[in-house]
């Protein structure tokens, strides 16, 4: 299939971005969800490369904290940042509702799943990301195929986790597996004593060093990790599509368009080797098409996250047994800046 019109599009957004960019003083501004710095460091790398010449700069911090600051300048008539890209989805769609996005449709866009994306453009399915479990490469003798054999012997005092209470990602896969299991899980789960940790890298990267051995809802992994995460055999995991959108108060709205519109594009999703928000393109590493799993469904979770009142619910049980989330932000402890992959 070609993409000539895509690439062409990106030429001529291109050029108007290096035009704007000539008349303002400001860098053009990304607001990303996330809970470690470098969690985008692979994208900055990648249009600084096929955009040489625009200035960009993308922050992360947890979509929670950032779509807070985004309403609160909203209600003052400035916004700092020109695109968001967030976990929070129901946010786009109360924004849309507020009048305060600026619908973009890229020649990319048609090609985006349908739900994943505002059929008016208001914002886009930029990602698809997923939650897996974890478990070392050495130290367990039998590898857990689904979330209860964490509740293994093996696994008493070396499970490291995010709080679930914490993230809403990963209070969703908490919420499908006590619909499951019941509320037991977490009795027992607490009866295993894991090391609590904030966010989700952290974690993530600390299973198969300091002596830990799993962790429920994790990241996927790379083959040169001492980790190694699967997809639960008969028990549900999530995907989600995480979104982004520019806003009529955005003020470098041609580059805005520009990063929309590679987000988008068949050039950058295929670069990825991951789930694509594309229905075109081909999944690497031995994944099978996401719709060939039926434990997952990304659309769930966009509808999971407008029942707030159950999200609420659902602190309130993880803190009555858990207790409240401690420690720093994981963007502001000093003592995880440097927990990544291959760095301890």
Request: net charge negative.
């Amino acid at each position: 299939m070609s993409y000539q019109n895509e690439t062409a599009e990106l030429d001529s957004l291109y050029a108007s971005a290096k035009e704007e960019q000539k008349h303002s003083k400001k860098t053009f501004l990304v607001w990303a969800g996330g809970d470690a710095p470098n969690q985008q460091d692979a994208l900055y790398a990648q249009f600084k490369k096929r955009f040489p010449g625009i200035d960009i700069e993308i922050i992360v911090d947890l979509s929670k904290y950032h779509d807070i600051k985004v309403y609160e300048q909203l209600n003052n008539g400035y916004l700092e940042p020109d695109v968001v890209m967030l976990q929070t989805m129901n946010d786009f769609e109360d924004w849309k509702k507020l009048g305060v996005l600026e619908p973009f449709k890229s020649q990319g866009f048609p090609h985006i799943r349908k739900g994943y994306s505002d059929p008016e453009g208001h914002f886009i399915g930029g990602f698809i990301f997923a939650f897996l479990p974890q478990y070392a490469k050495e130290g367990v003798k039998v590898a857990p195929k689904n979330y209860k054999d964490f509740l293994a012997p093996a696994f008493k005092n070396k499970l490291v986790l995010t709080p679930p209470h914490d993230d809403d990602a990963v209070l969703y896969v908490f919420d499908h597996i006590i619909k499951k299991y019941g509320v037991e899980f977490l009795h027992e789960l607490k009866a295993q004593n894991p090391a609590f940790v904030r966010g989700t890298a952290a974690p993530a990267a600390l299973v198969g060093q300091k002596g830990f051995l799993g962790n429920i809802v994790g990241y996927p992994t790379y083959p040169q990790q001492p980790s190694q995460s699967f997809i639960p055999e008969d028990e549900f995991f999530i995907t989600w599509p995480q979104r982004a959108a520019m806003f009529k108060l955005t003020e470098r709205k041609a580059t805005a368009r520009l990063f929309l519109a590679y987000l988008a594009s068949y050039e950058f999703q295929s670069s990825r080797g991951f789930w694509s928000t594309r229905t075109d393109v081909t999944e690497l590493g031995g994944l099978q098409p996401i719709e060939n799993y039926k434990n997952t469904d990304p659309l769930d979770f966009i509808e999971w996250m407008r029942d707030r009142k159950h999200i609420h619910e659902l602190r309130v049980l993880f803190t009555g047994i858990f207790g409240e989330v401690k420690g720093e932000s994981p963007l502001k402890d000093p003592s995880l800046f440097r927990v990544y992959y291959n760095t301890l």
